[in-house]
């Protein structure tokens, strides 16, 4: 697999370099393969780079589809 | 962890598995294969197979970088760092790789081989920049997800003017081996695959069409969380009852249809693809591994140090060529659990906690157990 | 420090030093070993630990600290009260007298804190490069109350698992002050003698107590296979009821390490009949280093000393020992 | 070896290897400390130290009989029966099993013969260069019989001073062995355990015998000005009486060292008031290991604490502490 | 041993004792200075004072080559060996001789420098040619007893041709420095000198016999041994009673007249005479050392590494010029004991064990103590 | 001072080498300083060198002196 984990942005760095935290651990990581970041986004964090932004809509989407999914399975168990 | 444990709710994880146990018709049986060791890591660390109906196989894919990696490779990485010259900077996940003769860049180290573990590529420039007496050689390893942060080291080194600083490349490419997997002239029992999550941040959903339109095998390009991972057999189930095969995407919060357009058009400047690469458990395949351009020659530990890649064999009773086509099991194997174990892995498979039968190994094996107990 | 066999400077410095921070009557008997009294009734329990922390200096504590705490808790596991500690201390040329008065400091301090005495010392110092700033090995002894047989062989199915707190502050800790990995967190060392816990937990339980040990290196997870191994059992333990804290967790996945296999110096794990397990539970609430205990599972008849446990997420696994270090991984 | 934490596989070396040298029922038990019955009566002694000899083989023993009869020696130097001893293991990175086999071997052996158990014990591998192949800190205790109250602050002028036997044999071994040093002799390491001496010593000299202490690092020069230092007294010894080898003296001609300021290991002074010395004298050249004992001089009354010495020539001369480690000299 | 037990026979140094006794006239005082080290060390190791009559003074000279380095040069060499791609070779007896501000080659050690106690000059050798990465300096001190032995690892490097191996020449010379003490303007108090032992086995009888025509000083070559050096007493004795002033040699068995001739024509060939050279409580005196011809040049550490020293100022308050000159003795200093001791020596004569000052404060403190406590 | 001792030539290796041994122990060291050596000579050895062949002859007729300045002193402390 390849170990990557979602992170806030908490600041940006000089040459493209940037701070992200994670539940009270924060790191240095590379920021220079993800244009367009502003402290507050969320990215995935691989061998101490950015790898993409995370959607906070889509994540959200996400979600409603994972609670939908689970609804329709009791809807599916109840008799129909 | 915001974007983490919300795909982490147990209960979630058994509405969805009783949606999967709704929908899956009771009369077939599905098999989907998880490329990625991200996966296998997944299903094997929440028990997720507990969650699944009795008729749902899943198949692990070779999606480790660390255990396709041919022996012949990790020979030449461990006689780079034998050099007295070689300051070798590797993932920390090479160390105990097999090579020939069961050597490994641990041992190596034992016996002075002077290796630095690193955690990021940039460690790696840091100590070229540091040590300027060193040969500094990064052992560069890993998917199209690792790969840009490669290129990354190799720009920052080429600003820095390193003289001392070389790449020994390793990476390789997922579609490729899904192909190859998928061309075996033996039919393979796989119905879907649940597509890679960071691997598919940077290549995103482009590339796997080919597999849902000419090869006819639904895709769900899915996070890492068990709850992405349950979502994903979902939709697999579903794509098969719906006879669909489509390119779906789950882990949509990260992985953009075109991917990331700055790595890919900065690795596409750095590498170019090998004609050849060996994989453990699948053997050679054609074009599925990078090489650095030839403009950038100079940073190319294999021509500095003149590498020359032994082929080196597979152990003849090793499975895992089976295991990773989904026609047999760990346990299947004659080896498993005597000659190899995570301790002594002897095949791919065992090589990282990732593989198939190092998984089945250390989370799987009980599950067996309980089985032939009942 | 200078490299040095049997000269005056270097007796200076051991006197000096030492004497001062671990300033106790049997110290300063002055002769190569020290002579003490013992306590009547009961057997007598011993141990020794070698201690090669690096970094030296960490957050929560440094190498003096640990190898006064980590002995203790090798003797307070045998439901032993600690009477006498030796150290033994193996020093690189160069090592920086001011961070040995440091250590030394520390250890003092643990020992004053404790209530056990570093009663006879060593020292030797090594050539530049055969070492790497100081190695300490305590070794203690301890008494242990006639009737408590405490032992690593003692769970028998159906019995209760206790762990007194959250786990791997201590190797997250240690981590966070390596420089290649780069990373900072609040995280403290729990690096605490357990003995007092320990007196609390004896008095409650009684009987109904089988056994503790600390879950240093290899962590909870390499300890509970110990202990299946050594009792002949299974245990099944719950993902749910193990705490960690959140920024452990959030180091470990950057690091794609499993805190159960992160070391911890200040937290134990209890094995007790289910009897006892209520009135054991509740004695080490009631104490500071216990707060957070809980109960994480039972003892199994299993002839294949599997260490099984139920996910957060609600599915099973196995929780093997490790082949090796646990390094940080990226795949 | 390789490094690691916790790792199954270094569980499993620990348990053969060292299991199989030392096997003993309180190593047996199988937990992080040992359970042990004490003796009845007397008082408690306990020491340790750090073993960090190069090479780690020398001709007439290794660093493992040496962790094993140094730490036996202090306790026995205290007129105490030792009982238990526990080992600390630091070992480098790629160090070979066969050589850890060896020295587990002699330790093993040397624990048998001298009847003493290594009860517990503690293994840490560090990375290669930071350690020099192996350390062992050992530590032991023993039982003093009540009553007996050897130390090193109760000589007083008049009292006879007695040593067991030759100096010098171990440093001479040892440097012998060093490759720079480059020469060859039959000498061996006198490396040995002087607790049953210690034994014939204290049934003979009864409350007659003051103090006693091995000669070790420094030689029989640092141990007689620490003992000046640490009494208050002066010393007046003969150095016609004081036995040495002759290829020991002539190792030390050739390198320009004293045999006074060379490490003994199976060697030890002995203060006694006057009206014991004979029995003291009979009673350890009835031993093996004093057949050569010799009344070497007195302590004399001198706020100065000077050790000095009646040359054998006839002059006279302060036999000082090293300052610093003994090298071998060109002028 | 032979050759060596019997010259330290204490009954037989007791009938020579009660001859000097008998010989030396009571009513005079006899000073003779033991130009060298080892016969101060076999003085104070043996007690030979305690034998001699009261009127007769042994007065310890510069003669120990450790002690006479000046800071400027320890210096040098703390400083050569500090760099990194030096390995400095040394008699172990340099390791502790204090630099400036106390700095020493033990230190400079501890904080990092390669640093390699040798015995033998060939030991450097060996070093280099085994390590040909590392450039390898040998310290060479020494009278010219150890002079020739430095020629020697000269000859073979290059025999070897050793690109990586240079020599510090720090050589003195004893008959010059002897010059040096009967030159100083205030009236020096010596009757005579015992003459070295193992520096005459090179250079032979002749080189003294400017002291006994020209200064009127007498001679006596002798063995280290403590019964050579009892006999070179009496002799003396009985030169000052007769009024003779010649070189004798009661070192007969191994120093010839002229010496060894082998060894000194090859040093003549292998070094020249400095100019200037600065001694530690002599200051500079001209001609008294050794440099390497200026056909090895490519073998001279200071000109591969552009050594150029700087003096240094011994301690003002230190009395070793006029202890060397027999004029005051280590009680005299104020230093001696309490800032300067063996652990922490601040002049010449504390230096090495051979040093009068550290000789009086290993062997000898007690009997002043005895004196001043009677 | 320039520490040497007398050692025993007991074999004569090429390279001018020599192996040598004194009471026991033995060493091998430089001969080149030295000419017409054979074992059984004995030799004044520093730093790993041979500086100077022992002259049995004169050695011996050294101790006759130092007996004899004994005698004299005996003679001396004698009544005269
Ligand atoms: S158990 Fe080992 S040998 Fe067998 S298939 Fe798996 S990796 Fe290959
Ligand atoms: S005691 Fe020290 S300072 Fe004083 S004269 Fe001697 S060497 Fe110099
Ligand atoms: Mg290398
Ligand atoms: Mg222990
Ligand atoms: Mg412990
Ligand atoms: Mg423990
Ligand atoms: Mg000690
Ligand atoms: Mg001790
Ligand atoms: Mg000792
Ligand atoms: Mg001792
Ligand atoms: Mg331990
Ligand atoms: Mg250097």
Redesign the pocket.
């Given at each position: 697999m390849c170990l990557a984990i979602p992170a806030l942005i908490t600041a940006l760095l000089p040459d493209q370099m940037a701070r992200i935290s994670l539940d009270g651990v924060s790191k240095t990581i590379s920021v220079a393969l993800v244009e367009d970041l502003a402290p507050g986004d969320y990215v995935i964090v691989h061998v101490g780079h950015a790898l993409s932004k995370i959607d906070a809509a889509e994540a959200a989407r996400t979600l409603e589809l994972l609670a939908e999914a689970g609804l329709l399975a009791g809807a599916a168990e109840a008799p129909a | 962890m915001k974007y983490v444990d919300e795909y982490r709710d147990g209960a979630l994880a058994r509405d969805i598995a009783a949606a999967i146990a709704a929908e899956a018709q009771p009369d077939r049986l599905y098999a989907f294969m998880e490329f990625c060791g991200g996966h296998t890591h997944a299903i094997s660390r929440y028990g997720l197979e507990d969650l699944l109906p009795p008729g749902l196989r899943l198949i692990h894919g070779p999606g480790c970088p660390v255990c396709v990696l041919p022996v012949g490779r990790i020979d030449d990485a461990i006689r780079l760092a034998r050099d007295p010259a070689v300051t070798m900077c590797t993932y920390a996940d090479m160390m105990r790789v097999p090579g020939s003769n069961g050597a490994s860049l641990m041992k190596a180290r034992a016996a002075g081989a002077d290796i630095r573990m690193i955690y990021s590529s940039l460690d790696a420039v840091r100590i070229a920049e540091t040590e300027p007496a060193r040969q500094v050689v990064f052992f560069a390893i890993g998917f199209e997800t690792t790969t840009p942060p490669t290129a990354i080291a190799l720009r920052q080194a080429m600003q820095k003017g390193l003289a001392n600083f070389s790449i020994f490349c390793n990476h390789v490419l997922t579609p490729v081996a899904m192909r190859a997997i998928l061309d075996d002239p033996e039919p393979i029992a796989i119905d879907g695959f649940i597509g890679p999550a960071h691997v598919s941040t940077i290549i995103g959903t482009e590339p796997y069409r080919e597999f849902a339109e000419t090869y006819r095998k639904p895709v769900v390009i899915a996070g890492f969380e068990p709850l992405d991972v349950m979502q994903s057999i979902l939709m697999l189930v579903r794509q098969v009852n719906q006879q669909r095969s489509e390119v779906e995407n789950e882990y949509i919060r990260a992985v953009r249809p075109d991917g990331n357009v700055t790595a890919r058009a900065l690795c596409a400047e750095t590498f170019e693809v090998r004609e050849n690469f060996e994989w453990r458990g699948l053997g050679v395949v054609p074009a599925s591994a990078l090489k650095l351009r030839d403009a950038y020659a100079a940073f190319d530990a294999e021509k500095r140090f003149a590498v020359h890649t032994v082929h080196a064999d597979d152990?003849p009773?090793?499975?895992?060529p089976a295991?990773l086509r989904g026609r047999k099991r760990?346990a299947d194997?004659?080896?498993?659990?005597t000659?190899?174990t995570p301790e002594t892995?002897?095949?791919?498979?065992?090589?990282s906690s990732e593989?198939?039968?190092a998984a089945h190994w250390t989370y799987g094996r009980f599950r067996e157990h309980a089985r032939s107990a009942a | 420090m200078s490299h040095g066999a049997g000269g005056r400077a270097m007796a200076d410095l051991v006197a000096g030093i030492f004497r001062d921070a671990f300033a106790n009557e049997f110290l300063e008997q002055g002769n190569d070993q020290a002579s003490l009294p013992i306590p009547a009734g009961g057997r007598m329990v011993m141990t020794t630990d070698g201690y090669v922390v690096s970094p030296l200096f960490f957050p929560g504590g440094n190498i003096g600290a640990l190898a006064v705490h980590g002995t203790i808790n090798d003797i307070a596991m045998a439901g032993a009260r600690p009477l006498y500690l030796s150290a033994s201390f193996i020093i690189e040329e160069g090592f920086p007298l001011a961070d040995l008065q440091r250590i030394a400091g520390s250890m003092g301090q643990a020992s004053r804190e404790t209530g056990v005495p570093v009663v006879t010392g060593d020292t030797k110092v090594v050539e530049r490069g055969k070492a790497d700033g100081v190695f300490i090995a305590t070794a203690g002894v301890g008494l242990v109350p006639e009737g408590l047989a405490l032992s690593g062989d003692r769970a028998e199915p159906g019995d209760v698992v206790i762990l007194s707190g959250s786990i791997g502050d201590h190797g997250v800790a240690i981590m966070s002050s390596r420089e290649n990995l780069a990373f900072e967190t609040a995280i403290l060392s729990d690096c605490a003698a357990l003995h007092g816990l320990v007196a609390a937990m004896v008095d409650a339980a009684g009987p109904h107590l089988k056994l503790m040990r600390d879950p240093t290196r290899g962590g909870l997870a390499a300890t509970l296979n110990e202990l299946a191994h050594q009792s002949g059992v299974g245990f099944r333990i719950q993902e749910a009821a193990i705490p960690v804290k959140p920024q452990v967790a959030a180091a470990c996945e950057l690091l794609g390490l499993d805190p159960l296999f992160v070391a911890n110096e200040g937290k134990l794990v209890a094995v007790v009949a289910e009897a006892g397990a209520d009135a054991l539970l509740a004695a080490m609430r009631a104490h500071p280093l216990g707060r957070e205990a809980a109960v994480i599972g039972h003892a199994v008849a299993d002839d294949q000393r599997f260490v099984q446990m139920t996910t957060a997420f609600g599915g099973g696994r196995i929780v093997d020992w490790l082949s090796g270090e646990q390094l940080p991984r990226i795949c």
């Open positions: - | 152990n009773a090793c499975e895992c295991i760990p194997c004659k080896l498993f659990g000659a190899c892995p002897v095949g791919a498979c065992m090589v593989g198939a039968c | -």
